[in-house]
């Protein structure tokens, strides 16, 4: 999983409520060791931050699954269920939760 950090998302002058480093605590403390979390720089939708990437796992990926773009990932409900999907085997293993399906968003420049 790669979660945005730098310009909008993980920005407490933008979401004040939410408390950005202890979001990344949780989610690397939850999916740890199966599942790697990362920070990026701006991943190019600051509309829809916090901005959280699902990467498939390599055999899903050789399957054909692409990653999964997740916007305003900002409670814990969100939260809880994309790591419940990432648990599940998530892109091209398991499918998307309908309201977790709410929160999917294009890649920048689809």
Known sequence: MTVCRDCCCGNALKHPAI????QLDRLREVLAPAHRVRTSQCLDVCAEANVMVVHPTPAARRQ???????GLVLSDAVENDL?????????????VPPMLELSVIPAPGR
């Open 19 to 22: 408390d950005h480093d202890a």
């Open 64 to 70: 054909g699954a692409a990653p999964v773009w997740f």
């Open 83 to 95: 790591v419940t999907w990432v648990h599940a085997g998530g892109p091209g293993v398991a499918e």
